[in-house]
Every structure is written in C-alpha cells, then in structure tokens.
C-alpha cells in the first residue's frame, strides 16, 4: 500500500469554478501535509504547507487536514486558466512521499 | 528568488553511457534530495543529504546509481551504465533542516533524461 493515495483526475473544469482536490493517506503519525503545483516541465513548485489538523487559507486556495479521517484536501475558489497543472500532495516525514498526481484543467 | 539549478536540462544518449546529472542547491540549504519521475510510478525519492552526508539511498539501484555531493554547493547523480528503463525526469530539491525540523522542499526544473 502506498503511503499517499491520490484521486488521479483528471480533472477538467470551467473558469471561475471551485476544484476540489484529495488524498488519503495511511500512516497517522504523520504530521506535515503539503500540496505542490507542477506545471509541464517544470519542477513541483510548494504551493501549501500545513501542520497537523485544521484549514490554511491563501488567496483563493484553501487546504485542510483530517487526522481522524487521514484525508487530506485542496480546494481552489475562483479558479482561471493559469491553474492549469498536475496537482500533487505529499506527506513530509524527512523526506516526502508524493501522490500520484491530479491534472487538472481550467477552461476558459 | 532562490532557486535550484539542474543542469543539463535535457539528455539524449544511448544504452551503455554514463550520464552524470548536476544539482546546485539553494545557497544556505543542506540538506538536498534526488528524485525520478515517470509516468507510471509518479515521483520517487532515490536519495538525500544532509551536511553532504547520504542519510538514505535506498531508493537507488545501486549497481548502477551513484549520488555524492563533492561539496555544499554540487550535488551529484550518476548512472553507469545506462539503460533505455532509466528514461525519466530527474529532479533536484534542497531544504535547510536543522534536528526534526521538516522545512519543506524546493525543487529544480529537472533533468529529462532519454536513454536510446
């Protein structure tokens, strides 16, 4: 079983709609959730980064952690075209371990 | 804006040569990290660094992977001899981490590597 399971999309929605991105994961312990952005050819990119349980907003994306549930969430408000990308979480335990990736498309 | 520098950001070579792939982390990070991208595994971690020391490599194959970083400013990949299965994106990320600090990762534009 992998450590991070991820929804594989992909995913394609119009401008303005919210996306709504998840994982699971399987170990408890972890603690530090991150989400990564990575457009084509180029590296992943930190996109949010949280501690523990509990919702982080910046700007028009939003990330939540449930422990009970070991379900991690990204959600974008107002999404534009420019949000066009593979959506990646990862759990960091030293070194991180990635889901496999949600492409996801915003049309115009 | 700190980044991370890959170098070169592509390779083309044929089955049985060494490729050496090239890593310059974000001055004041020490800690620095290898991974390989591919369609049907997604990222995998293959090895990192802290203070220029391997902590953890066992993602490597390691008759033919070898990962050193010959000071704080280069870290290094090499595969000998090369195999048309080693096709992939390799990328690059560093971190400062002190202790149990888990400061996150910051990743380069990779190596697209293409073993004929």
């Known amino acids: 079983q992998k450590e991070v399971e991820q929804d594989p999309g992909p995913l394609s929605v119009p401008e303005g709609a919210i996306v709504s991105l998840n994982c699971t994961y399987s170990n408890s312990a972890f603690q530090y959730f991150m989400w990564y952005r990575q457009y084509s050819r180029k590296g992943p990119e930190l996109l949010m980064y949280?501690?523990?349980?509990g919702n982080k907003e910046d700007g028009r994306f939003t990330a939540q952690v449930d422990k009970s549930s070991k379900y991690i969430s990204l959600f974008i408000r107002d999404s534009q075209p420019s949000d066009s990308a593979t959506y990646l979480c990862?759990?960091?335990?030293?070194?991180?371990?990635f889901g496999a990736g949600t492409t996801v498309t915003v049309r115009a | 804006d700190a980044r991370v520098t890959q170098t070169p950001r592509h390779k083309v070579t044929e089955m049985g040569q060494e490729v050496t792939m090239r890593c310059q982390p974000i001055?004041?990070?020490?800690?620095v990290f290898w991974y390989r991208q591919t369609m049907m595994q997604g990222l995998e971690l293959l090895a990192y660094?802290?203070?220029?020391?391997?902590?953890?490599d066992s993602g490597m194959p390691k008759d033919r992977f070898s990962a050193e970083m010959p000071d704080a400013t280069l870290a290094t990949l090499k595969i000998q001899p090369s195999e048309p299965r080693d096709s992939a994106v390799y990328f690059c990320?560093?971190?400062?981490?002190?202790?149990?600090?888990?400061?996150?990762?910051?990743f380069g534009d990779g190596t697209r590597l293409s073993i004929l």
């Open positions: 990862a759990i960091n335990d030293y070194k991180l371990s």
């Open positions: 990320a560093s971190a400062a981490r002190e202790g149990n600090s888990n400061q996150p990762q910051h």
């Open positions: 001055l004041g990070h020490n800690t």
């Open positions: 660094f802290r203070n220029r020391a391997p902590l953890d």
């Open positions: 949280t501690y523990s349980s």
